[in-house]
């Protein structure tokens, strides 16, 4: 498992020291890093590169859509609640973000036409996202530097809303970490698009906590990992309230000598009955070399639910490979196809238009004998 114990210790700022977040939160994330769930999701990443990024200037990211009505962008608001929003024990390097740098606060009232973009050049701000209840938006978010960085995003859905997310990740940065957390009340939707490229070390925490009752989460990731890159995700779905449900469909290519690893939790808690949760992981590795580490877990305190999780590791399909070559296209076309057709079924939502050539991009430049 992971050694936690190297990671330095936090401050708390000025204002968050007599907020109910900031009751003994030094002690609270002492423990958290020490427990050994915490410790086994960071098995596969260097800890140490991870925090060290705390250490780097961040900027407040650039917004697009910001303008229209509805929308209120506050920096380091005062009063903020963030008890039932942030976890320490489920994600302590995230809340020493909050307390290293400026937070920015969105809220947004009222349905939006047009979508709100992040854009980052950098290592950004902590920034958290109130969607009040019966609201409709669109949240898009791009980076835009090669640098080493990390981002920090917290979504609050209010009860009735829809929040679509998409995000797309190409630039290949040396180290890149990645972490958003949404809290979906009663009757809420949320659907995050996720579209990646490895890095040298790229890793995508996402933590999903559906609290409200009839509360509904979709998740759809396309990645491409290329030789000697490397990327690890982390998910997260608690299902809290009653009649919940997921969706998760995450398919994976890696070439030669590239490194993914996968870790699917789902969490049905007692008080989740009737809920449904799916989740389903596909990897093709390209060569005899390819590292993939996957662990679909569930963890159920309900009898009276639905679950269902599976996760796959393999080659391209020789039937459908022969059938190609057959009909006259040459073996490395056919295997170019079949791994776009395959990344293809999990790129979706409004940055797919872009995802799609970046996505395929490095299969032209890899050996498909």
Request: with cysteine; glycine share 6%; proline share 5%.
């Amino acid at each position: 498992m992971a050694d936690l114990d190297v990671v330095e210790p936090i401050t708390l700022p000025n204002w968050l020291t007599d907020t109910p977040l900031g009751e003994g939160a030094i002690e609270r994330y002492e423990r958290a890093l020490a427990r050994p769930s915490h410790r086994e999701r960071w098995k596969y990443t260097r800890v140490k590169k991870i925090t060290g990024l705390r250490s780097l200037p961040a900027i407040r990211p650039d917004l697009s859509g910001h303008e229209q009505a509805g929308i209120v962008v506050t920096e380091n608001p005062d009063h903020l609640d963030l008890a039932d929003l942030v976890s320490i024990q489920r994600a302590p390097e995230a809340f020493a973000q909050l307390c290293t740098q400026p937070l920015l606060h969105i809220a947004v009232s009222a349905d939006l036409s047009q979508p709100l973009h992040l854009s980052y050049r950098g290592s950004s701000w902590p920034v958290i996202i109130d969607a009040a209840p019966n609201v409709k938006l669109t949240l898009t978010e791009a980076y835009e530097s090669d640098q080493a960085q990390q981002q920090t995003l917290w979504l609050r859905l209010g009860a009735n809303s829809l929040v679509t997310h998409a995000r797309n990740s190409f630039y290949s940065t040396a180290l890149h970490w990645q972490f958003v957390s949404v809290q979906a009340h009663a009757h809420s939707h949320y659907r995050l698009h996720n579209h990646a490229l490895a890095s040298s070390l790229r890793r995508q925490d996402t933590q999903i906590q559906l609290v409200g009752d009839g509360a509904h989460a979709e998740l759809n990731s396309a990645v491409m990992v290329a030789e000697r890159l490397n990327l690890d995700q982390q998910i997260t779905i608690e299902h809290i309230g009653a009649q919940t449900s997921s969706h998760q469909r995450v398919h994976n290519i890696i070439a030669d000598r590239g490194q993914s690893t996968f870790n699917g939790r789902i969490h049905i808690h007692n008080g989740a009955k009737k809920s449904n949760a799916q989740l389903s992981n596909k990897n093709i590795g390209l060569g005899a070399s390819a590292t993939i580490n996957t662990k679909p877990e569930l963890e159920i305190y309900n009898d009276d639910v639905s679950c269902a999780h599976g996760a796959t590791i393999g080659r391209l399909d020789d039937s459908q490979l022969f059938y190609l070559c057959s009909r006259g296209v040459a073996p490395a076309a056919a295997r170019r196809l079949l791994c776009e057709g395959f990344l293809h079924q999990c790129v979706d939502g409004p940055l797919a238009d872009t995802a799609r050539p970046a996505l395929i991009g490095p299969l032209q430049d890899m050996s498909m004998a």
